[in-house]
């Protein structure tokens, strides 16, 4: 009996290989999370954990001899950060720049010229850009993989992916779950990304902002073919069934008055006194930069988890630059 | 009122059961050369359109591009296109909208690559009762009002 089970449990994880590689295969850049099946997100998740058990010094040997570019055309912080962090720790060597002004863009040249430029001394593209769609062009433009570290307002798939690989590693599971977002959900990429992919694990899914930040309609009813959807503009109402509170900046600039701002921003303010009607294990979640919506007092709890959530970012990364550049783990 | 009849064409292409309303905003989205000599018909008996009139296009002497029955299809869905050749009717084609929608449509996002760069169109169609499309760059939705005003003329 025991035998059978091992042969059974042998044959699985056969089967797992054998598909993980065909996704390898597959990945041919990181656009958009659209693009991504639960397949494939899935093996992007097991390839980050391998990576971060994985000892340093077989790691550096990984992208040794490779050359990885950085382009940044608008300031960021942490995506620029963590994917050179994460390709230099593979032993890959990194160019780019972090400003618009300090590339050809300065002198007028197009973006389409600018990455068939930079194709010819790299061997895969991560780049950020104002514009929607750009990271889609650049994609189609050249030979070698891109990696949209987000453009404009559209899509940022590795923050997507970094949420989700941190909610397994502090649930052990993502299927079934409950996740709250609370803030800005008109406007959030991170919140439309994450819920697009939470809708491949049947996670429910509970919406709490003000009305005037909620989650765009067509969205909402895809998702509501999927899954299940509630949406509220109580903080506290489903507190109690949340596995996960997923916080979110709400800006200024999204409003027309300034009073109106204050008024909404002050209302989705969290600190201790929240995990006293939360459920126990509770993981608060944000994608970073907070402003006021986390209290400092809630960061040395065990709920609070958006630090290691960024920390993620690099075995994730990791993941996703040895995947497109055919390096199997 | 007087049953009115449209003369036939012999050479050119016939655009039938369009909704009365739309027949002019066909016209427009066409590449019509100045010399062609063109026919509108609006608010015709016809038998198989649901209020009973239809609208009706005739142009001689030109045959229609991909691109322009795209262009038919975002506006008039189910209408009819005949190409006529020596009198007779050489093709009938039943006006259907894509799965995908190329270099017909502008993206209604300022901010979309489409607008800043060397760029062909391109959009999904999500849906077709209502229609609704998807931009290919930056994943913008358009729904039937914001489509007809992005139609490429």
């Known amino acids: 009996m025991l035998n059978q089970k091992v042969d059974q449990t042998f044959l699985f994880c056969w089967f797992v290989l054998l598909f993980s590689d065909s996704v390898v295969g597959e990945l041919e850049d990181i656009v958009s999370i659209r693009d991504l099946s639960k397949k494939g997100l899935d093996s992007i998740l097991v390839r980050a954990e391998k990576l971060e058990a994985m000892p340093l010094e077989k790691k550096v040997k990984l992208l040794k001899g490779k050359v990885v570019s950085c382009l940044f055309f608008e300031p960021s912080t942490r995506t620029r950060l963590s994917f050179e962090a994460a390709a230099k720790l593979l032993g890959a060597e990194v160019i780019g720049f972090a400003d618009a002004k300090a590339s050809s863009t300065a002198k007028g040249e197009s973006l389409s010229d600018t990455v068939k430029t930079v194709e010819r001394y790299c061997d895969l593209i991560v780049m950020r850009h104002p514009v929607e769609g750009s990271a889609r062009l650049a994609s189609e433009r050249v030979k070698v993989p891109v990696i949209n570290a987000g453009d404009g307002p559209n899509q940022h798939p590795t923050q997507t992916l970094l949420d989700l690989y941190t909610i397994k590693k502090a649930f052990g599971k993502i299927n079934g779950l409950n996740i709250g977002f609370v803030g800005d959900l008109k406007y959030g990429r991170t919140v439309h990304s994450l819920a697009e992919a939470l809708k491949h694990y049947k996670a429910a899914m509970y919406f709490i902002s003000h009305p005037f930040l909620a989650m765009p309609k067509d969205l909402l009813e895809e998702l509501k073919e999927e899954t299940q959807v509630y949406e509220t503009t109580k903080l506290r109402k489903y507190l109690r069934n949340l596995d996960v509170l997923y916080m979110t900046r709400i800006q200024r600039e999204r409003f027309p008055y300034l009073v109106e701002y204050e008024k909404v921003r002050d209302e989705y303010l969290i600190d201790k006194s929240i995990l006293e009607r939360a459920k126990k294990g509770m993981k608060i979640m944000h994608p970073l930069p907070r402003v006021n919506e986390i209290d400092y007092g809630l960061d040395d709890t065990e709920n609070a988890i958006y630090f290691e959530q960024l920390a993620n970012g690099v075995p994730v990364r990791q993941a996703l630059l040895c995947m497109l550049l055919g390096v199997k783990i | ?153």
């Open chain 2, 1 to 153: 009122m007087k049953d009115i009849r449209l003369t036939a064409i012999s050479n050119g292409t016939t655009i039938d059961h369009l909704p009365p309303s739309k027949a002019l905003d066909v016209l427009k989205v066409l590449n019509i050369e100045e010399d062609k000599v063109v026919t509108l018909g609006v608010n015709l008996k016809s038998g198989k359109m649901k209020k009973g009139k239809k609208g009706v296009i005739m142009i001689e002497g030109k045959k229609l591009s991909r691109e322009e029955i795209d262009k038919i299809s975002l506006i008039a869905q189910h209408s009819t296109i005949n190409l006529i050749s020596n009198d007779k009717v050489e093709k009938k084609i039943s006006v259907e909208i894509r799965d995908e929608i190329r270099e017909v449509l502008a993206c209604s996002n300022e901010n979309c690559i489409t607008k800043k760069d060397q760029v062909k169109t391109r959009f999904k169609v999500l849906g077709r009762k209502p229609i609704s499309v998807r931009c290919h760059y930056c994943e913008k939705t358009m729904e039937k009002k914001e489509i007809l005003n992005n139609i490429l003329v």
